[in-house]
């Protein structure tokens, strides 16, 4: 009995060692290889930082606005790039009508890291890429009389700001984020990259740009009791 009971203890002691040298040869084997490459974006060519900063993801962002689909008033606008056309009118000298390539291929390209801080209490930074408001209004010789810059949507969705704070800020029609062209989602073909503004300010699927001198004028979601002054403190 005592020779079989050594010989148990034997077996158990050989089992325990094969278990430990298949647990190691694991560990070793994880452990040599490479790790794996991160994901690949679903939007090829977006950047993920600009000068050191990192930037929210386009997915991220697109998370976003479908968990807050009161972002838009009439839902994803899909405009056609054939026949789409933005207006410049108002207080200007000459009305002007820009197809989507005019304004991409005619005017200087400006980059901005923004942050959009929604009021509901989310908010995104990423890099925008487009053309200056100011050199829009100039190319249709925008007013002396001008104070005030309306905006219009596709959807009829509108807001306002300052022209002296467009101005000021260096405002800008962005067509790409993170170095991808904007979706319909996140307001193809243009939108206001309004910074230090609540989101409601960064209006998107922009159809009309209007010079003004109604100081008083409310958009969409100010004659429904938003502050006029969306300024972030």
């Known amino acids: 009995m005592q020779v079989l009971s050594q010989s148990k203890k034997t077996v158990l002691i050989v089992c325990l060692l094969v ?5 190691t040869l694991f560990i070793f084997q994880n452990a040599s290889q490479p ?3 991160p994901a690949p ?3 090829p060519g977006e950047v993920t930082q600009y000068q050191n900063q990192s930037l929210t993801s386009i997915s991220a962002f697109i998370q976003e606005l479908n968990q807050h689909p009161d972002v838009s008033i009439k839902g994803t606008q899909n405009l056609n790039q054939t026949t789409y056309r933005l207006t410049v009118n108002g207080l200007v000298n000459k009305t002007m009508e820009y197809a989507y390539q005019d304004v991409v291929d005619n005017f200087q390209s400006y980059q901005q890291v923004g942050k ?3 009021v509901e209490g989310w908010s995104v930074t990423m890099l925008w890429q487009g053309v200056l408001v100011n050199d829009l209004l100039q190319d249709a010789g925008v ?13 009829g969705y509108t807001t306002e700001l300052p022209l002296s ?7 800008i029609l962005a067509y790409k984020l993170n170095n991808v062209t904007l979706t319909p989602q996140v307001g193809w073909p243009f939108m206001l990259i309004a910074q230090n503004q ?3 300010k960064w209006i998107k699927w922009i159809t009309g740009i209007e010079a003004s001198n109604d100081t008083s004028y409310l958009g969409y979601w100010e ?9 972030v403190s």
């Open 198 to 200: 609540y989101g409601y």
């Open 19 to 23: 278990v430990i040298l298949i647990v």
């Open 116 to 118: 959009l801080p929604c």
């Open 165 to 171: 704070y467009i101005v000021q800020h260096n405002l």
């Open 41 to 43: 974006s679903s939007y």
């Open 35 to 37: 790790p794996l490459p």
């Open 143 to 155: 007013s002396p009389n001008a104070t005030t810059i309306i905006f219009t949507a596709s959807d």
């Open 223 to 231: 004659s429904r009791g938003y502050p006029n002054d969306a300024s």
